[in-house]
């Protein structure tokens, strides 16, 4: 800023003297303010959590709905029950460790996200 205020004041000598046959010293002086703050009519009041909150909630269980949906189709395409069944792993035990897991993650996310909402204190977990 300095070097084109320098650059600035040589120019507006130079114009002075040799245009117009001035003779004194020209100096430009500036300032600086703050830029004023208008108070926004749009947005005012405006809580991105509680108008887009719920959108960046279900996201996470939906992935692990994917997932453990992805985890099952594979078992059926390598036909992980039928071996379980001729090893003599019934059907009930089977489902009951399905059920027990996906509860388990599911559990965990959901203790997860009520943590990190009381940390960053959303108005719903409070």
């Keep these: 800023m300095t070097l084109k205020l320098q650059v600035d004041d040589i120019l507006a000598n ?6 117009h046959g001035l ?15 208008v108070t926004s009519r749009i947005v005012k009041g405006y809580d991105v959590m509680s108008a887009q909150g719920s959108f960046y909630f279900i996201i996470p ?11 099952m189709l594979k078992e059926k395409e390598l036909k992980l029950r ?6 003599g792993v019934s059907t009930w ?19 997860l996200m009520a943590l ?11």
């Design 61 to 71: 269980p939906i992935f692990t709905f994917l997932f453990f949906t992805n985890e």
């Design 93 to 111: 035990v089977y489902w009951l460790s399905w059920v027990l897991t996906i509860g388990g993650v599911c559990l965990f996310q959901a203790f």
């Design 82 to 87: 039928q071996y379980m069944q001729v090893v």
């Design 116 to 126: 990190c909402g009381v940390v960053f204190q959303f108005e719903f977990f409070l």
């Design 23 to 37: 003779s004194y010293k020209r100096q430009i002086i500036v300032s600086q303010e703050e830029y004023p703050k």
């Design 14 to 19: 130079f114009v002075s003297t040799h245009r």
